[in-house]
């Protein structure tokens, strides 16, 4: 996530969904009083997030990233088969323990061993509140990101022309 209460954008970063790509792409534009969360284990929901800033929370703009459950589903497979391949270069203990036990497991197997929701609606969840009200969050379609990120820097008050970093290996 990001929040840059200057610059009054906030960033809700849903897992496998170019996160660490726009968050990478926008860090140095961001002002002196971001609060930047990116790392595994770090995704917070939107009605996390305004609980943390409190009353900043409607003065900014606020985006998510979304693509279906089953993309996430399939990203987050060959992220763990890729890290496999290249589990030599894998600095973080716990990380590389959960690859090496999951790696050929398929992708409805390993996604059951993460627990996480298998279908779009308790997704929706991390832009809503827990009883689904609306928080405000703009949420733009992943397939389509290339073409928004212009509007999404206007938006959160850098360049618009500034590079949407590619840092992600595990397109198909």
Known sequence: MIVDVQKRFVFVHIPRTAGISVCMSLKPYVSSSVIFDTWIGRHRTAAEIKRL??????????????????EIKESFHR?????????????DPLWLEFVSRTHELSADELWASIGWPSDDEPWR???????GVDLGVTVYDFCNLRDAWPDICGHCHVPTNIPLLHLNRTQR
């Open 53 to 70: 800033i409190g009353p900043v929370w409607d003065e900014c703009f606020r985006f998510c990233i979304w693509r279906p459950v089953s």
């Open 79 to 91: 992220l763990v088969t890729q890290a496999w391949a290249m589990r030599e270069h894998i600095r």
């Open 125 to 131: 969840l991390l832009w809503l509140t827990d009883n």
